[in-house]
C-alpha cells in the first residue's frame, strides 16, 4: 500500500515538472517580432585566465538584428592592435563574417554573422600576435537579456509567413501539452484505481 502509494506522489511530481518543462522552451526567432535587439553574452574558456581574457577582449553588448527575413548578430572584440585573422564558428562549422564597423584609435571591431537561433553555439578563433598562436573561446548570449531596441516593420508578404509558422508552433505545442497531460492523468488514474482497489481488500 504505502509502495504504490509513493509511485503516485512520483508519477504526480513527474507530471508537475514535465509540464514545467514543456512551458520554459527557449523561444525560437521566429517568434521574435522583428527589429534590432541588444543582448549581453557571457563568455566560456576552460582555463581561468582564458576566461578572464576572453571577457576583457570581447564586450558583452551583442546586437540581434532581422535584415530581409533574415537575423543576424553583431559583436564587438577590444584590443585589436593584439589580434587578426577573426573567426566564428557556429554549432561547430565556420560562418562567413562582415566586418561593420573598425575604430583604430578605440582598437575595437564589430563582427556581424547569420544566425539561425537566438541562443547557438558559437565560438570565437582568433589569432592573438603576443601570444604568438589562435586562441578560442565560446560566446553564449543570455536570452534573459534580450531587448528590444527598434521594432522594424516587415514586408507584407513574410508577416503573413511568419503569422503561419507561429500558429503551427502553437498548435504543435499545444497539442504535446495535451497529450502530456492525457498520459499524465490516466497513469494517475490508473495507479489511484489500483490504490483503491488494494484498500478495499
Ligand atoms: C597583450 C596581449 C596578451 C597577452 C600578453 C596574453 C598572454 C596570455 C598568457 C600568458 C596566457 C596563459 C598562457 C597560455 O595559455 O599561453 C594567455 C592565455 C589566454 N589568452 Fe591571452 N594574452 C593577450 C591577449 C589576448 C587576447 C586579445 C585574447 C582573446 C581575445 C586572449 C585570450 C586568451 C585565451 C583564450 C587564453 C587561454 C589559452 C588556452 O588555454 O588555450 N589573450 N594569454
Redesign the pocket.
Known sequence: MKKIKNILFVAMFSLIIGLQTIGSFAAELSELESGIYDIKNEVY???E??MQ??R???DENMVLEKNEGKWYYTVK?K?TN??ENYRILLDGNLVETEVVSENDEEHSIELKFETTSIIPNIE?Q?Y????G?D???EINPQEDTLTLVKAIEEPKKEVVEKTSIKENEKVSKTSNITIFIVIGVAVILVIAGLVFKKSRK
Open positions: 574558456h576552460e582555463n585566465i582564458g581574457m576572453s576583457t577582449y570581447l572584440f584590443g593584439y589580434m570565437a582568433i592573438v600576435d603576443p601570444m598562436r586562441v578560442e573561446f
